[in-house]
């Protein structure tokens, strides 16, 4: 079974700050993810996909980056509207990880 | 523009058999490469993947869910219809369900999910 860990679970930041999050899989075949970002009340947003592809009108801000097992998305600095879930999205299983809730610290 | 909404029962009894049906617009699922998801996110839980369904009828499930999912669509009425047999209230959850992005294994438009109960 794939197993994406997302770490940290908590990330206690300011707005203008940098956050880094971090995505590793178990499953080396063919992998790639996908980010999403999710805040209460409303379906997951696809922020990036195939590891390092903005989706559709996401900010510059976002970037993504990683092969193999592991991945990260760094937001640049933070928004007041970036304060919510993450979740990534393995490629070829299309599971998901845990989660890195970044919160206003 | 894509939309879809998921409708279904908000409480379903343990054992019994929850059917959830996804609406959609902005695509066709007799377009070559498009697929509809079901996902779902237990109460401050994690999303779980559950199934997809293909233009060409191809599917794919969760291997843990195989034996009670099932995933149908009707190209004529824009739907995909969820069927999971045997409900328990491990079950209980938002059920969601989304577009996949043209070529690509992820999700780009979601509807806004359904809360499932299961619960005698």
């Known amino acids: 079974e794939i197993v994406l860990t997302q770490s940290p679970a908590i990330l206690s930041l300011s707005p203008g700050e940098r956050a880094t999050l971090s995505c590793m899989a178990t499953?080396?075949?063919?992998?790639?993810v996908a980010w999403y970002q999710h805040k209460p009340g409303q379906p997951p947003r696809l922020l990036m996909y195939?590891?390092?592809t903005r989706a559709t009108g996401i900010p510059a801000r976002f970037t993504g980056s990683g092969s193999g097992t592991n991945f990260s998305l760094t937001i640049s600095s933070l928004e007041p509207e970036d304060f919510a879930i993450y979740y990534c999205?393995?490629?070829?299983?299309?599971?998901f990880g845990g989660g890195t809730k970044i919160e206003i610290k | 523009q894509i939309t879809l909404k998921e409708s279904g029962p908000t409480l379903v009894k343990p054992t019994q058999t929850l059917t959830l049906t996804c609406t959609f617009s902005?695509?066709?699922?007799?377009?070559?490469?498009?697929?509809v998801g079901w996902i779902r996110q237990p109460p401050g839980k994690a999303p779980e993947w559950l199934g997809i369904?293909?233009?060409?009828?191809?599917?794919f499930y969760k291997p843990s869910l195989k034996n009670r999912l099932t995933l149908t669509k009707d190209t004529s009425k824009n739907q995909v219809v969820l069927t999971l047999t045997n409900v328990d209230p491990v079950d209980t959850a938002t059920y969601f369900c989304?577009?996949?992005?043209?070529?690509?294994?992820?999700?780009?438009?979601w509807g806004q999910g359904t809360l499932v109960i299961v619960s005698s």
């Open positions: 989304a577009h996949q992005l043209d070529g690509y294994p992820y999700f780009d438009s």
């Open positions: 902005g695509f066709s699922l007799d377009s070559p490469r498009m697929g």
């Open positions: 369904i293909y233009w060409d009828n191809d599917k």
């Open positions: 499953d080396l075949d063919d992998n790639s």
């Open positions: 195939e590891a390092s």
């Open positions: 999205q393995q490629r070829t299983k299309w599971a």
